[in-house]
């Protein structure tokens, strides 16, 4: 399976998931996937070419197994595009194996709990991260995320372009934290906040 297209998505840093799932239901939201553990391993060549480049190559395994590539984002857009091409591998240990033959190196490690849910013709995903809780709403056009934000009541000027990784160096760098992967035992007792950095994204 290949899926080569772009993404278009936005992020909103929520205080309680819980409370999302229910507003999410009452407005008749579906469940797709139940929570699941997500493990990603960002790999990038010995000089971090991929990185200067604003280019991501990663590794995802939660159900199955998937090789990702994504282009750098379009700094004019309402909402994080990029190009996005992924492919389902059948072992996720031997595309290890194939990467690092090629010559490159896990740069970082991260995971997070993700719950999925369809809602009209947008998917939105509730992430448990080691930072804290995000929802991530993807559709077809900047339009259509923010018609549909803005129907389930998430405040669009709260909305986060940034990656997940983006997000960690910004925490890492303003808290002085000591941690090198975004993995809930790194996180484990670290002390940090949000306020400053985001809103709360949804208003109910």
């Not at 799932?21 to 797709?32: C, I, N, P, Q, V």
């Not at 849910?117 to 991260?129: A, F, G, H, R, S």
């Not at 389930?152 to 997000?167: E, G, Q």
């Given at each position: ?61 939660d159900q199955h197994a998937y090789l990702t590539y994504k282009g750098p984002a379009d700094p ?109 035992e790194e996180f484990k007792d670290k002390q940090f906040s949000f306020e400053g950095l985001l ?6």
């Amino acid at each position: 399976m290949i899926n080569n297209e772009y993404e278009n998505e936005v992020k909103f840093y929520v205080d309680d998931l819980k409370r999302v799932e229910k507003h999410l239901t009452r407005f008749g939201a579906t469940l797709l996937h139940p929570r699941t553990h997500e493990f990603n391993l960002r790999f990038d060549t010995p000089n971090r070419h991929l990185t200067h480049s604003f280019q991501v190559l990663r590794l995802r395994k939660d159900q199955h197994a998937y090789l990702t590539y994504k282009g750098p984002a379009d700094p004019l857009s309402e909402v994080s595009s990029r190009r996005e091409i992924e492919i389902q591998v059948d072992d996720f240990n031997n595309a290890r194996c194939f990467l690092e033959a090629l010559g490159f190196e896990v740069a970082i490690t991260y995971e997070k709990f993700r719950t999925t849910y369809q809602y009209q013709t947008i998917e939105l995903v509730l992430d448990e991260t080691p930072m804290g809780n995000f929802v991530e709403i993807e559709g077809e056009t900047a339009g259509i995320i923010q018609k549909i934000a803005e129907e389930l009541k998430f405040n669009w000027d709260a909305r986060i372009k940034l990656s997940y990784l983006a997000l960690f160096h910004q925490i890492k760098q303003k808290y002085h934290l000591n941690v090198q992967n975004l993995t809930f035992e790194e996180f484990k007792d670290k002390q940090f906040s949000f306020e400053g950095l985001l809103t709360v994204g949804l208003r109910v």
